[in-house]
């Protein structure tokens, strides 16, 4: 259709105003004009809404929503992608930002396969003031006699697009979850159909600055929510065996549980705080390696 929106840029915001610009810049940016900028705010306690709405007032295609109470995110992306109308959805996050040549490119590469339903880009690791330090060196291809939920190794990340009615079809995000969601999507986007991966960084990835024990009580929190998101691809696909075990031991979750029993702790703040002063470093290596 001749005015059929091709991609919806999924944004959800939370208190992002100190960095929601350079987002929505980036868009503003594209090469590529087909386009609508999608943000569901969850209730927002900073100047956020302002710097959206000022934008909202300047171009048609950036379409706001607003949350009744404070969701999470996994809940306002799943409303953000029924609410949008684009062919396809692609995910922002409102501190990160996009290439100016990022849609024009992912345009080409769908444009060229019919049958893709997803494809995802290399991307830049920056400093919390977007400023890049390297290209991430674990997005990569993933080998055609394998699938990413038994390769692995963090080889799908953003620029990540896909074809969001077949998505909402297939399930949507499952909003029982508010940590590790993009694997979520990634395990369900590859069971739908072909996912491309496009070799050139689109998408600038921004490391906040935040606390050593919160950042640590985060990163288990995801491995853990990973694990079970994981486990329910596992399921869907039918998969048993030794081929599950393999692909369960591969997240290492269980390194958690079993070296500090953190299912057992997880609920008291201070038990996380031991995993900084003692072996952090080594910890992190073995389950992010």
Not at 57 to 77: A, T
Not at 150 to 162: D, I, K, L, Q, S
Not at 181 to 187: E, R, T
Request: aromatic residues 12%; positive net charge; hydrophobic residues 35%.
């Amino acid at each position: 259709m001749q005015n059929q929106v091709i991609f919806s840029i999924l944004m959800c915001n939370y208190n992002n105003a100190n960095y929601i610009s350079q987002a929505i810049d980036s868009v503003l940016k594209q090469s590529f004009e087909n386009w609508e900028l999608s943000i569901v705010d969850d209730c927002s306690t900073d100047n956020s809404m302002e710097i959206i709405k000022e934008y909202e007032s300047i171009d048609s295609r950036i379409k706001v929503f607003l949350n009744s109470e404070n969701s999470g995110y996994g809940k306002s992306l799943a409303k953000n992608i029924e609410l949008a109308t684009g062919k396809y959805g692609a995910i922002l996050d409102p501190d990160d930002a996009l290439t100016p040549q990022a849609l024009q490119l992912m345009h080409d590469v769908f444009k060229k396969d019919n049958e893709l339903v997803g494809a995802y880009s290399q991307m830049y690791y920056c400093d919390k003031d977007l400023k890049i330090e390297k290209i991430f060196e674990f997005t990569k291809k993933v080998p055609s006699n394998s699938t990413y939920l038994e390769h692995g190794r963090m080889a799908m990340t953003h620029f990540f697009v896909f074809d969001r009615e077949k998505f909402i079809m297939h399930g949507n995000i499952d909003t029982r979850y508010r940590n590790a969601l993009d694997q979520d999507w990634y395990y369900k986007i590859e069971e739908i159909g072909k996912v491309e991966f496009v070799n050139c960084p689109l998408y600038y990835y921004r490391v906040s600055p935040t606390g050593i024990s919160q950042g640590i009580k985060k990163r288990y929190f995801t491995t853990k929510d990973h694990l079970e998101i994981a486990k329910n691809a596992i399921n869907r696909r039918g998969i048993t065996g030794r081929k599950k075990i393999k692909i369960i031991s591969k997240i290492k979750a269980l390194l958690f549980y079993t070296k500090y029993r953190f299912e057992k702790s997880e609920k008291n703040p201070q038990a996380l705080l031991s995993l900084y002063k003692s072996k952090y470093h080594q910890i992190i290596s073995k389950i992010y390696d």
